[in-house]
Structures are given as C-alpha cells and as structure tokens.
C-alpha cells in the first residue's frame, strides 16, 4: 500500500496545465495533438471566457465539448482530426465565431443551427457527408466552403444565396450534376475534380471572377476532354459557342419561316429557272444559309472568304435572273414592295424580302454558322499554340497555362523582342519580390516599347496589334498576328 501514496500525489500534467494559463492569459487556447478524449476538467479554474481561437486538433474526441459552446467570445475553432460523429445544437451560442475546421471527422450531417453562425470559413472535408443542410443558404458571410471528400451526390439549391462566396471545393464527391445557379455567385476558385459531372452548364461562362477551375476525373462530355486539358480561357469559348448554338435550335424560330415559306411559295406553272432560283428548294436553301455571313459571325478571326464570296456572286447573278424573269424587266428591280401579290403564274419578290428571308433562314438553321465558328476556334487554338512554341522556342522558358495574363504586362513580349534584335527595347519594368505585380502605368510602357520595337525591327503597321490587345487579354488572335510577323522579320534579316 506504501506504494500507491506517491502515484496518488502525482502533480497533474504541467503542460496542459501552462496551456490553460497561457489561453487564460492571451485569449489563444492550443490543446493540439494531446490525445484528449474530453476537454479538461481543470479548466475550471481558468478564467477562459475571453478565448477567441481554440485548437483542439489531433485529438480523440467524439463529441464537441460543451464547455467550448460556452465561449461566446470565440472567433476560430479548429476540430480537426478527431473523432467527432455530431454537433451540438449549443453551437449556435457561439455568436462570434467566423471560422470552423471541421475536417477529418466522421460526421454524417451538418446541422441546421450551424447555417445560423456568422462564419466566413467552414472546412467539413474528410468526413461522411451525403448532403448539406438546406439552410445552407443563411450563411451570408460565407467566403470559403470546403466539402471535399465526402459522399455528397448533389448539391442544394439554396447554395446560390451564398452571395459572399469566393472558394468552393467539392472535390472527390459522387455529384452528377452542377446547379446552374452557381454561375451567379463570385466565385475565384472551383473545384469539383473527382465526380461524375459530365456536363458543364453553359451559364458558367458568365463567371467573370473564375480565376482557379480544377475539373479533372470527371466523365465530361461537354466541353469535351481535348477542350478541358487546354484549361479555362479554352472551355469558356466552348460554353460561349454551345449558348449562341442553343440561342438559335429552338423549334419555335423555325416554324414562322415555314409558314413564309408555303405563302411564297407559286402553287402552278413553276419553270426550271424558278425552282432553281434559290427561293422555295432544298438547293436554294443551302445556298442561302451560306451566303452573308451574320455580324456575330464575323467577330473572331478573319475567316478565307473566297469561297463565300463564290457563293454570294452566284446566288446575286441567280436572284438577279430569276427576279427579272418574273416582272418581265431586263435591267430593272423592285427594291421595295409593300405587299405580297399571289398570282396563279408567278410570285413578286423583292430583294428586300429575299435579304429578309435569307437573314432568318440563317439566324434559324445555324449549321453553317456552327461549322464555321468551330473552323474559327481551331484556327483560333492553333494561333495561341503557335504564339507558345514561337516565345518558349526563343527564351527557353515554360509559360503558364493562361498564357494571355503571362503576356498582360508586357515583360515576356520585351524580352522576346530583345533576342531578336538586343537592346531594341533599352528598359523593362520587371516585377521584383517587394512588389510582384507591376502597375497598369508601368505593363502599359512594357507594351508600348514592345510595338515601337517591332516598328524599327519592320513589323508592318497593317499586322500590329494594339495595346489594349495585350493589356486586356482581348485580341491575343492579334497578338500572335504581331509575334509571328516579328519572328518572320528576324528571319528575313
């Protein structure tokens, strides 16, 4: 018995003990890696009521300790890697509480009280989640959500109320389907890598904000995976492209040009000539479809027109034939009729009415206009891989994969032009590590230098881009006109 008299008096553990004090003294209280099963009972003779960050990380607990919902001065609580299988509803006292770590738990569900809480970062990775609350959409502070890891298969769609938010990380969750609704918040990073998404909604080019979107291990279909590996600038095209195709498909565009159509069309005494004219038969259909080009048709990249051009001399010299024909005037055309006569021979149409029925068949049957915006952003992506091999070749480095905000302050453009031809740019503002992102003042004088450089190497002024091309990452098509005329130059010389 004489032995159990020391281990009896054994003085309790001193560094929990000075933790106590030292959380009691600044308000900070770290119990990490201690392997607590409870909070500590000596506690209660700290004064803790004034704690705002409390670390009770890589511990063993398996309930949030009551004793740190009395707290109400706490700002951060971090439970990560734990043992925790619920929250308390007493969690909803903490009033002040912004930041909760929550990750590496085995928690099946959040709780609805905690969407009352002001957070601004909740982290609930590594645990069981197979949904979120609906009350989600009540934490309108929340800027960081992190649910990655669990077995979440959709998300709720009240999330778009989270009108704060900046990071969202879904990833290695079993979610099929992305809200559309996701495209209204501000996002800057996205991750849903690790899923089963195939389909990226076309909406999702309207987020401005995006600078991170993490994707990979999905089965997408669309954007298709050749799209996808070239990263964000590329899908964003591909959303923009499938929207304008969506814009025009509907059934409903169709058919009030249908009906024009059989009003229009000469019920008896048709000739060859007529049938043949363009208007009213499959060839004349196809024909028109491919004629003028809409405005939104011309807006990328300046497409060969020789063939269009072709086309467009055929179906004028036809229109032209085939209206004379039908007035009985040789030179002279009708360019205004406000009225359609139906005669048993023949039917008036005017080029005015032609021009108008040409301009809705386009704007409905839009597979011509499809086929060429796909020629166009391919000839567009094979520009931008020949501007990255034309600069990486020449100053041996490894661009980023956004390569219009590596250009955008005109560092990489001035050294380029200095291989080239050595000192035709004689200063580069250059960032340092003080300051790692230039000013707009000192990125535009980059830019400028660069195009009185290419000017005296004899860059044609017809193939210069302008500055803003550059600076606001919106003609990099014009910019890779400019580099690839510049290193056409060198190699002249």
Same mark, same amino acid.
């Given at each position: 018995?004489?032995?159990?008299?020391?281990?009896?008096?054994?003085?309790?553990?001193? %560094?929990?003990?000075?933790?106590?004090?030292?959380?009691?003294?600044?308000?900070?209280?770290?119990?990490?890696?201690?392997?607590?099963?409870?909070?500590?009972?000596?506690?209660?003779?700290?004064?803790?009521?004034?704690?705002?960050?409390?670390?009770?990380?890589?511990?063993?607990?398996?309930?949030?300790?009551?004793?740190?919902?009395?707290?109400?001065?706490?700002?951060?609580?971090?439970?990560?890697?734990?043992?925790?299988?619920?929250?308390?509803?007493?969690?909803?006292?903490?009033?002040?509480?912004?930041?909760?770590?929550?990750?590496?738990?085995?928690?099946?569900?959040?709780?609805?009280?905690?969407?009352?809480?002001?957070?601004?970062?909740?982290?609930?990775?590594?645990?069981?989640?197979?949904?979120?609350?609906?009350?989600?959409?009540?934490?309108?502070?929340?800027?960081?959500?992190?649910?990655?890891?669990?077995?979440?298969?959709?998300?709720?769609?009240?999330?778009?109320?989270?009108?704060?938010?900046?990071?969202?990380?879904?990833?290695?969750?079993?979610?099929?389907?992305?809200?559309?609704?996701?495209?209204?918040?501000?996002?800057?990073?996205?991750?849903? =890598?690790?899923?089963?998404?195939?389909?990226?909604?076309?909406?999702?080019?309207?987020?401005?904000?995006?600078?991170?979107?993490?994707?990979?291990?999905?089965?997408?279909?669309?954007?298709?995976?050749?799209?996808? /590996?070239?990263?964000?600038?590329?899908?964003?095209?591909?959303?923009?492209?499938?929207?304008?195709?969506?814009?025009?498909?509907?059934? =409903?565009?169709?058919?009030?040009?249908?009906?024009?159509?059989?009003?229009?069309?000469?019920?008896?005494?048709?000739?060859?000539?007529?049938?043949?004219?363009?208007?009213?038969?499959?060839?004349?259909?196809?024909?028109?479809?491919?004629?003028?080009?809409?405005?939104?048709?011309?807006?990328?990249?300046?497409?060969?027109?020789?063939?269009?051009?072709?086309?467009?001399?055929?179906?004028?010299?036809?229109?032209?034939?085939?209206?004379?024909?039908?007035?009985?005037?040789?030179?002279?055309?009708?360019?205004? /009729?406000?009225?359609?006569?139906?005669?048993?021979?023949?039917?008036?149409? =005017?080029?005015?009415?032609?021009?108008?029925?040409?301009?809705?068949?386009?704007?409905?049957?839009?597979?011509?206009?499809?086929?060429?915006?796909?020629?166009? @952003?391919?000839?567009?992506?094979? @520009?931008?891989?020949?501007?990255?091999?034309?600069?990486?070749?020449?100053?041996?480095?490894?661009?980023?994969?956004?390569?219009? =905000?590596?250009?955008?302050? %005109?560092?990489?453009?001035?050294?380029?032009?200095?291989? /080239?031809?050595?000192?035709?740019?004689?200063? /580069?503002?250059?960032?340092?590590?003080?300051?790692?992102?230039?000013?707009?003042?000192?990125?535009?004088?980059?830019?400028?230098?660069?195009?009185?450089?290419?000017?005296?190497? %004899?860059?044609?002024?017809?193939?210069?881009?302008?500055?803003?091309?550059?600076?606001?990452?919106?003609?990099?098509?014009?910019?890779?006109?400019?580099?690839?005329?510049?290193?056409?130059?060198?190699?002249?010389?």
């Amino acid at each position: 018995m004489a032995t159990l008299g020391p281990e009896a008096n054994l003085p309790p553990n001193r %560094g929990l003990e000075r933790a106590l004090e030292e959380a009691a003294a600044s308000g900070v209280l770290n119990l990490s890696s201690r392997k607590l099963k409870e909070f500590p009972r000596t506690a209660a003779n700290h004064d803790l009521t004034d704690t705002v960050e409390a670390d009770l990380s890589k511990n063993r607990l398996t309930d949030v300790p009551s004793e740190i919902c009395q707290l109400v001065a706490l700002e951060t609580l971090n439970l990560y890697h734990n043992c925790i299988r619920t929250i308390p509803d007493s969690i909803i006292s903490l009033q002040s509480l912004t930041s909760l770590n929550l990750s590496r738990n085995q928690l099946g569900a959040l709780p609805a009280c905690l969407c009352g809480l002001p957070l601004r970062v909740l982290n609930a990775s590594n645990n069981k989640l197979v949904s979120l609350p609906e009350t989600i959409g009540q934490l309108h502070n929340l800027m960081e959500l992190d649910i990655s890891c669990n077995e979440i298969t959709a998300l709720p769609r009240h999330i778009s109320r989270l009108r704060a938010l900046r990071e969202l990380n879904v990833r290695r969750n079993l979610l099929c389907v992305l809200p559309e609704d996701l495209s209204e918040l501000p996002l800057v990073k996205f991750d849903f =890598s690790c899923n089963k998404v195939s389909t990226i909604p076309v909406c999702y080019r309207k987020m401005k904000h995006l600078q991170s979107l993490q994707l990979e291990n999905n089965p997408l279909q669309s954007p298709p995976a050749q799209i996808c /590996i070239k990263g964000k600038v590329h899908i964003f095209k591909y959303l923009s492209i499938e929207a304008c195709r969506s814009d025009k498909m509907p059934d =409903s565009l169709y058919l009030p040009v249908v009906e024009r159509l059989s009003l229009s069309r000469p019920t008896t005494g048709r000739s060859k000539q007529d049938s043949d004219s363009g208007v009213g038969s499959d060839n004349g259909d196809k024909r028109l479809s491919a004629t003028e080009p809409s405005d939104e048709d011309s807006l990328s990249l300046n497409v060969p027109m020789s063939h269009i051009t072709e086309e467009e001399g055929i179906s004028k010299d036809d229109s032209s034939e085939h209206i004379s024909s039908l007035t009985g005037t040789k030179g002279h055309t009708n360019t205004q /009729i406000s009225k359609h006569t139906h005669t048993n021979k023949h039917t008036q149409l =005017s080029v005015e009415c032609r021009q108008q029925y040409h301009k809705s068949l386009e704007s409905v049957d839009p597979q011509f206009t499809m086929r060429r915006k796909m020629e166009q @952003l391919r000839e567009e992506l094979e @520009l931008m891989e020949q501007l990255r091999d034309s600069i990486e070749s020449r100053l041996k480095v490894v661009l980023p994969e956004d390569l219009g =905000s590596s250009l955008m302050d %005109g560092v990489v453009l001035c050294h380029l032009a200095n291989h /080239i031809r050595p000192r035709s740019v004689a200063s /580069i503002h250059v960032p340092s590590p003080a300051v790692p992102k230039l000013s707009m003042a000192k990125c535009r004088r980059n830019v400028e230098n660069f195009l009185d450089a290419c000017r005296k190497i %004899g860059v044609p002024e017809d193939k210069l881009c302008l500055p803003h091309h550059i600076l606001e990452e919106k003609g990099l098509v014009k910019v890779s006109i400019t580099v690839q005329a510049l290193v056409d130059e060198a190699s002249c010389t």
